[in-house]
């Protein structure tokens, strides 16, 4: 899998430098190859979608999300034993990664990130000009 670079989760769990108050996770990821894609998958349960930020910088693909303190609906929580706090997951992409092409989509807490792979370079015969 030539087209990501993907740390351990325990290695994406201590390479950062914690400047966010309160408890950082790293989304359990699943990655996969079709002959078109490579597709990750982000687990980010209870994270609305207006919370979640995918950034492509230099060659880094970045998942920052983060679950919000309190229901936005006004309910007032009795027991929470979900775990709130922020997810950061870093991917280091290659060149064979289309970058303009990138979508992502979240369904049901889980973030669907596909990586278009570029088309491959065709020979082709240039013709030599003259003078």
Known sequence: MGEL?????????????????????????EIYETP???????DLPGVPRENVKVSLEDGVLTIDAAMPDQPADGRRMLVQE?????YLRRFTISEAIDQGRISARMTNGVLTLELPKQAPVKPRCIEVQCG
Do not use: I
Request: aromatic share 6%; glycine share 8%.
């Open 5 to 29: 670079r993907v740390q351990r989760k325990q290695e994406a769990r201590t390479a950062g430098e914690r400047t966010k108050d309160g408890r950082q996770f790293v989304p359990a990821v």
């Open 82 to 86: 979900f775990e709130r706090g922020h």
């Open 36 to 42: 078109e894609a490579v597709v990750v998958r982000a």
